[in-house]
């Protein structure tokens, strides 16, 4: 009855801290580059800079209500003794003016017209009286530039608008549309493939479960994580802990145009064979860069590249698998999809509620409820997802530390 | 020639401050429900609470590669004295066990199977040996429930899964998954129909601009911002600057079905003439709740309810509109899509490089720029965009604040 007996798990050979994960595994690879009009352009990677192929905004603009002068014709002026300006004519919102500040005169200009020749700033209206017809009280001097900017202020032509790599946000949508630029050159979302495996494993839809099953909860939430950073999921389905099996819908997914996979993401196992099916499955495709992390939870990640194509091998518990994606793989995801420098993550600052202990050289990731200024860490098997649900948060023990004390102020990395 | 004359802004009759507003500017109009699978649910607004239709994981499972065992048999074993059991069987992932676990006896168990009959807790392999066929040594005693799971541990059956209101993350997916709930009534994505008026601003597709025109940049911008709040942007266009033409747009985005607005809100124009036009057109077609805000920049925000549909008139300045747009506006695009309290936004303390001058009573918005530890404000008028696009956030100067000091630890709002 030997062959009943359970194997103890294999050392990790090539295990490494986070910190050299996150500095040292940087594939090359990038993805391609696509076009997309504006209106589909929210957080989109630039793959070039685009510069303004004009000034902005392209005119000198009034930017009071006011009357177009000559700045050194209202030196002096005051509520007590006011300057009087001939109001030669109007400028129209949106049309050439029609007519030129001569000295001593003045033209009436809404906020955004254009500045008409002659003039060098705008007296706001507030300033001004319009006791009698044809002339305009000036009780306040302005100086020359006042009330207006310039042709080029906004954006002078040939200045970057928006820069490579960095996702696009609202105000750069703006900016792009005020410069006339309809589409821009991005880097495609990263294909990420989701491999589900476990003998216990069945599809979510599954409505009863036999003894023993678990429906695949790991896909649904990767594909969340995928998708906030950018990329699209694919998810692939669930493959039986078997190495042959395994191997071919690896390589399927690594090689297969229709899946085209930037990353792979595979959640192993949770068994210690099924793991080691995996491992030997990832072997015989690529290169293994590291197999075991100094995390908590989250030990058994193996990171390799087949083919140019990364590959996360993810513990088979849900809620270490989640962790190690979101620390390991979510940069990666961005990265490969031209983001040197994933945008900021909520956080707030805390105070722990109680100790929690940790090893020199691992990095542990707590789950906190966050309540007021209170940070209560959740403990739990990792098995348990729901850990995850009632999170509010994470914190970080980092890698010196043997932990953190009740009562120490602490950053906890916010879910949303 | 008094018809040139630039009459003096109106004052605001009725101005409120940001705070009045947020707390008092609430209506009550929400989304309809509909269902979207599993897989289009990230950060969706659930409808209602979602029961756990059974207990999770649904079976006692064991958490660790071993021995399932009756605790009290394992009792005073140790490295020097083991425990001696006998070996039953093994329980296969994902299967029923077929074999029960006898006083003095032991199943072999992988992480994730189910606990066989008779047992109470497992011994992971660490602690056992397989010396003798047939027979298993146990060098560390365990407690009852050690190495397992209970069949509800996860969730209990009729546990709430995922609460009512609250967008959903990644996790709660998972926890979705693993609970067979395919789709989810969720809110619909509030529709938010996006005007812009002003005689000067053209389409953002026009290829030359003629004198005085600008592009409208505020509109692609705004959509921007209604996609993160978890709206659907619905660009109308561009009306010009007149009272009757802006009246028929604001009637057909209010009650034509096709556009169906949750929300409306009109860029206005920047003069203070085309303000007074859309405050007149509102004024017709419903209920102005305040004009005004004391806000800078913002000002002239213009809050309103027409038949049941909130209206946000914003300043006619791309800056000014998109700052009381983040502002004002998302947390209600939030609100109309069933969600109280909008996900975190990202942020981080810094200095200020320089004082920041405020009036006591109104809330500024300052852009600033984030270098290490630095956070450096951006000035310029409020008609360049650029400032926007140069800033990595914002400090907001409270309402009893005269303003803060350099050197002074505030906390940024940053964008993503």
Chains 1, 2 share one sequence.
């Not at 090539?14 to 940087?26: E, H, I, M």
């Not at 990731?365 to 403990?379: K, S």
Request: glycine share 12%; proline share 9%; hydrophobic share 45%.
């Amino acid at each position: 009855m030997s062959d009943l007996t359970i194997r103890p798990g294999r050392e990790f050979f090539t295990a490494r801290t986070v910190s050299d994960a996150l500095a040292g595994f940087r594939p090359t690879r990038r993805t391609t580059i696509e076009s997309v009009p504006l209106a589909a352009a929210l957080h989109r990677v630039p793959a070039a800079d685009v510069l303004a192929p004009e000034a902005l905004p392209g005119f000198p603009r009034s930017t009071v209500d006011g009357y177009a002068v000559r700045a050194a014709d209202t030196y002096g002026a005051s509520e007590g003794l006011p300057t009087y300006l001939d109001l030669a004519g109007a400028v129209r919102m949106g049309a050439a003016p029609t007519v030129t500040v001569p000295p001593g005169g003045c033209v009436a200009v809404p906020t955004g017209a254009v500045l008409p020749e002659g003039a060098d700033a705008v007296v706001m209206v507030e300033y001004t009286a319009a006791t009698m017809p044809g002339s305009i009280e000036v009780t306040r001097p302005v100086a020359p530039g006042a009330g207006l900017v310039r042709a080029d202020e906004d954006v002078a032509s040939g200045a970057t608008l928006i820069t490579a790599g960095r996702p696009l946000r609202s105000a750069e949508l703006g900016l792009l549309a005020a410069a006339g630029v309809g589409a821009v050159d991005v880097h495609a979302r990263p294909r990420v493939a989701i491999i589900s495996t476990g003998d216990e494993v069945v599809p979510s839809a599954t409505p009863v479960l036999a003894a023993g099953q678990v429906r695949d909860a790991t896909a649904s939430a990767l594909a969340g994580l995928v998708t906030e950073a950018g990329g699209e999921p694919v998810v692939v389905g669930i493959v039986p802990d078997d190495r042959v099996a395994l191997e071919r819908v690896l390589r399927d997914a690594l090689g297969s145009a229709s899946i085209g996979a930037d990353l792979v993401v595979v959640s192993a196992g949770s068994s210690v064979g099924a793991r080691d099916e995996t491992a030997g499955a990832v072997a015989a495709l690529g290169t293994i860069w590291c197999h075991g992390l100094a995390l908590k939870p989250g030990k058994p990640t193996l990171l390799a590249e087949c083919g140019g194509v990364p590959l996360i091998g993810l513990p088979g518990n849900p809620l270490s698998a989640l962790v190690v994606f979101r620390l390991v793989g979510a940069p990666l995801v961005w990265r490969l999809g031209g983001c040197a420098a994933p945008p900021p993550e909520p956080t707030t600052r805390a105070r722990l509620s109680r100790d929690l202990a940790s090893a020199a050289g691992r990095v542990d990731i707590v789950q906190v409820r966050v309540r007021g200024e209170v940070a209560e860490p959740l403990f739990g098997p990792s098995a348990l997802l729901s850990v995850l649900t009632r999170a509010d948060g994470y914190v970080v023990v980092p890698e010196p530390a043997t932990g953190l004390d009740a009562d120490s102020e602490v950053e906890v990395v916010l879910y949303r």
